[in-house]
């Protein structure tokens, strides 16, 4: 199936939100390396810090965040077909639920596309 030009639009928004939101923890490892380096390990973050994370949806505008552990955000990543998004943001054309929680759903791409550039689209969606 070939995807149209602002079904592609939508997706590559969902992988730039889900770069940002990756970076978040990397940033992070980086910070607890320094830390311990230092000797500063009650600087080192606890293991439970929820992090609010970028709803993960093809909107360009939605701001929502999604609270979530680092390492629930990286279990549900694993796979590079799904996002988080908060409830009812998913675009049924482009991807389905595959999960649903009280504060988010995991979606799965029902195509995939290749890793965009970081520039966001200008889509139809309006999640506001
Ligand atoms: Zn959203």
Do not use: W
Request: hydrophobic fraction near 35%.
């Amino acid at each position: 199936m070939k995807l149209s030009r602002a079904e592609r639009q939508q997706i590559e928004n969902e992988m730039i939100f889900r770069r940002a939101n990756e970076k978040v923890g990397t940033d992070l490892d980086d910070l607890d390396a320094m830390h311990r380096k230092d000797g500063h390990f009650n600087l080192v973050r606890d293991e439970n810090l929820i992090l609010h994370f970028k709803c993960e949806c093809s909107d360009e505008n939605c701001s929502v965040r999604i609270p979530l552990l680092l390492t629930e955000y990286r279990a549900i990543h694993l796979n590079r077909n799904t996002f988080i998004v908060k409830t009812n943001h998913q675009v049924d054309m482009i991807e389905k639920v595959v999960m649903v929680t009280p504060t988010y759903s995991v979606v799965k791409k029902n195509n995939s596309t290749p890793e965009p550039s970081d520039v966001l689209n200008i889509t139809s969606i309006n999640n506001s």
